[in-house]
């Protein structure tokens, strides 16, 4: 490799029109509008949507190496494994934080007080009920509906419940300028995920809900809306318990510009109010390649049933029939280290609930994959989500459930993105470019013009079958 210049900045020629521009570099990155400077007549035959004259155009689907913001919330080196908050290792802050702690610590830029953590709590604690109507909403849902769709739904409906929240009503700089506004809905947002999170909870098992407590912890709290059902001296959660799903909801707080979290910025970006922008974000974390993917993990090891049947299952995913939830990350080229704390709180757990059956063919399964080039050869180690789903299964949640308990503490990371983009005073309205690869100009056709095409459903609209019981098939 020749020796650099030393300068920090980057040299590019464009070889269509010999022109040449230097770019700089700062903290590792270059400007991507720079390359509008280089901008070309058309080629010979080239197509007019290619903008050639207009500046170069930088592609990047996905977002495979593209940063989308500058960030002082949190910093992941994936090749090391490593994962800080606010310059605080997850490990410390896992075995000596609480999970309200270390959502003050991520919103607000360091850890609070006695006082601040003081005030932080009792205000997360008394903003825990949810609006009457809200709740008769929610009432309405399907008992069987997924409680995913129940979260983002009540999110987006809340927006509704606090008017004096709506930038589109109260002006759009109102988060700009008024950062006590901008409290209050992180502080109500904080204290009402888990109720909300609860009510899912309860619906599916036909229960009426419970009022949240503001006597008990965060997860205390949400243990109890849960489960508490008749007890005449209200019922109190096991606090190994409660203890263990506050270490898992600082595990899941925040975790930089994942799909979740980058659309809470790019949402917020048009100033939309922060309700509006956590149902969004809930959505993008409901996939099944995102958060969904602690539900997916007991799906696969439920349909592998036993440790015989592992070597199998792999052979499936190396020919591609197959994925290995729980496995691979965009950007860890190592184990996920909140993989390796959740196993650990696992063993807490297993002592309070059982051991969870299903651990002897995750081991098995993530010990053979760790033994096999394809999956080493391609980087693929265990996420936060290969551990997790077990934890929930040996606590009882249902499956469907798990989800929600990896959004409720990531509305933590939602907020400090947005409270960062806010803040910055930097905001933009998000809107990428694109690259058009479709049909030219043309002119339209008239509908007695135009030819019967053979379409498949992926290329038209064709013939949708339709449920008809069989009472209805007879010809009259
Ligand atoms: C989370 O971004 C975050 O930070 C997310 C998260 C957070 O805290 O917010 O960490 C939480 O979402 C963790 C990820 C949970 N998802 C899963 O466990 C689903 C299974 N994982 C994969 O779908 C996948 O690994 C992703 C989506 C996580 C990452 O996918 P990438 O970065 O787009 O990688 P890729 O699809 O380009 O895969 C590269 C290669 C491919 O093989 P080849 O085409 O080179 O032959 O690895 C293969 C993929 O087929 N591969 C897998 C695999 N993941 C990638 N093969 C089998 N099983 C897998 N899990």
């Known amino acids: 490799m020749t020796a650099g210049s030393g300068r920090s900045s980057v040299t590019v020629t464009d070889n269509r029109t010999g022109k040449t521009i230097e770019v700089p570099i700062a903290d590792n990155a270059i400007p991507a509008t720079a390359f509008l400077a280089l901008k070309a007549p058309y080629a010979p035959g080239e197509r007019e949507e290619n903008d050639t004259p207009y500046g170069l155009r930088v592609l ?37 934080s609480t999970f309200l702690e270390t959502a003050y610590l991520l919103i607000y830029g360091e850890l609070p007080s006695a006082k601040q953590y003081g005030l932080w709590q009792w205000e997360i604690m008394h903003h825990t009920f949810v609006a009457d109507d809200l709740a008769k909403m929610l009432k309405n849902m399907r008992y069987d509906a997924h409680p995913m769709s129940i979260f983002i739904s009540a999110f ?158 792999l052979e499936a995913v190396k020919a591609k029939k197959e994925l290995l939830f729980g496995f691979g990350h965009r950007v860890y080229r190592e184990t996920d280290p909140r993989s390796k704390i959740i196993r650990q709180v696992a063993d807490m757990v297993f002592d309070v609930c059982g051991r969870e059956q299903l651990i002897e063919v995750a081991i098995a399964l993530k010990d053979a994959a760790l033994r096999d080039e394809y999956f080493t050869s391609r980087k693929l180690y265990p996420n936060v989500d290969y551990w997790s789903g077990l934890i929930y299964k040996a606590m009882g949640f249902p499956l469907d459930f798990y989800p929600v308990l990896f959004v409720v503490p990531r509305v933590a990371g939602y907020l400090a993105h947005w409270k960062q983009q806010l803040d910055s005073g930097k905001n933009k309205i998000s809107r990428p470019r694109q690259v058009y690869v479709g049909p030219p100009r043309r002119d339209y056709v008239p509908l007695d013009q135009r030819p019967d095409r053979a379409v498949s459903s992926a290329s038209g609209l064709v013939d949708l079958p339709h449920y008809m019981s069989k009472r209805r098939l007879h010809k009259i």
């Open 60 to 96: 990047d689907p996905s977002f495979m190496n593209t940063a989308m913001i500058q960030s002082a919330i949190t910093y992941i080196d994936g090749n090391k494994g490593f994962l800080m908050h606010r310059g605080y290792p997850i490990e410390q802050l896992a075995e000596k």
């Open 156 to 313: 987006a409906a809340m927006a509704a419940f606090a008017p004096e929240a709506n930038p589109a009503l109260q002006g759009r700089d109102m988060y700009v300028q008024n950062k006590d506004v901008m409290n209050k809905q992180i502080v109500r947002i904080l204290g009402k995920a888990t109720t909300i999170a609860a009510m899912a909870y309860r619906l599916r098992i036909g229960r009426p809900f419970n009022a949240p407590r503001a006597d008990l912890s965060y997860t205390e709290n949400l243990l109890y809306m849960m489960d508490h059902m008749a007890e005449p001296n209200a019922y109190r959660p096991d606090p190994r318990l409660a203890k263990a799903l506050d270490v898992l909801f600082i595990l899941h707080a925040d975790h930089e510009m994942n799909c979740s979290t980058s659309t809470m910025v790019h949402v917020g970006s048009s100033l939309v109010d922060p309700y509006s922008c956590v149902a969004a974000a809930s959505a993008a974390l409901y996939g099944p390649l995102h958060g969904g993917a602690n539900e997916a993990v007991i799906r696969m090891l439920t349909k592998i049933g036993a440790v015989e049947n592992v070597p199998a299952f």
